[in-house]
């Protein structure tokens, strides 16, 4: 989608899975300037910035969200006309090990991103006040845990259940708080599972990939039941945009492609795909399956209605999940530079989460 003007934007987490992808998209599709607000914990990764790092219309401010000094100094002198906040602790079984760090990164660091913003937003004049935008990215887990039926609906109430998606809860309803108290336009978008290019491996589909590459097993929790709505993380980007451009200030936004698998199904697929294109010399990879002790709390299942998003705004997604795994499949067989240094030095697969 073409940009409707030229906009100084802060994305938050831009070396992180979505943030990057994001930013990718930006740069290639828009006319925006865009500053990369990020911490660099193990998640971030500026290698996947490598296609935009020489624009001269990006630039990275290694910043901490909790840091007021930082973040405001940043806000006075890069000028944004939107901050798109993605920067979070965002694995489930990481908040299960260290919960803290979630309530300090997506708790205390929103509520610091958003006071800055707002002392930021109270010196501008009024018609870049009224088109200034916070806009904050959550996660469809706010919602709690479906059963067999139904879907999340923007309506649908609050109910996390995990140290993640309670801390993204958090941040939300303090999202709306700052809108509706301090008049600062802000937009809100709750998303399905995504999955893609450049997707840190500790996630359950780059995490199959490489461990089946690796001849390891492949743990499926419990009995692979769970159910998650996968959607293409640059079908998420463009969302994002759109939302941003066209969304209404105080409005949330549900975004989801209506792909539900079970996390076997998942796994199974992965396996088929790979066996195609990069046969075992002897055996499957569904051979490497194995099942493990299940996620201490695990959702049952989610699903989104994004009725909302393709009705007022017109998105859709552009990739099912059976185009979308098998480009993502083959990304992680072409991008071995990418993710062979994270493996080795970073995360090489081992189980995280299982409770002490
Ligand atoms: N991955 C998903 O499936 C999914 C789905 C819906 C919503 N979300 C939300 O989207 C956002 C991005 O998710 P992701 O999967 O790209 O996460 P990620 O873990 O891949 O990236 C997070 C980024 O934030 C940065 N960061 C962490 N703490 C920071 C801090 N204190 N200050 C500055 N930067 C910090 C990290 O360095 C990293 O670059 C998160 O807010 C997440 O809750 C994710």
Known sequence: M????????IVTGGAGFIGSALIRYLIRETDCTVCN???????????????????????????DICDREGVTRLFAEFQPDTIMHLAAESHVDRSIDAPLEFVRTNVLGTANLLQCALEYWRGLPEER?????????????????????????ETTPYDPKSPYSASKASSDHMVRAWGHTFGMPVLISNCSNNYGPYH?????????????????????????????????????????WLINQRGVPGETYNIGGHNERTNLEVVETICRILDELRP???????????????????????????????????????????TGIRKTIQWYLDNAWWWEPIRAQKYAGERLGKQK
């Open 2 to 9: 073409e940009s409707l003007d030229m906009k100084k934007i």
């Open 37 to 63: 607000l990020d911490k660099l914990t193990y998640a971030g990764n500026r290698e996947s910035l490598k296609e935009v790092a020489d624009s001269p219309r990006y630039s990275f401010a290694h910043l």
């Open 129 to 153: 006040q009224t088109a200034f935008r916070f806009q904050h990215i959550s996660t469809d887990e706010v919602y709690g845990s479906l059963g067999e039926d139904g879907f999340f609906a």
């Open 200 to 240: 840190f491996p500790e996630k359950l589909i780059p995490l199959v990939i490489l461990n089946a590459l690796d001849g390891k097993p492949l743990p499926v929790y419990g009995r692979g039941a769970n159910v998650r709505d996968w959607l293409y993380v640059e079908d998420h980007a463009k969302a994002l």
């Open 280 to 322: 075992k010399t002897a055996g499957r990879y569904a051979d490497q399956i194995t099942f493990v002790a299940d996620r201490p709390g695990h959702d049952l299942r989610y699903a989104i209605d994004a009725t909302k998003l393709t009705r007022d705004l017109g998105w859709h997604a552009e990739e099912n999940f059976d």
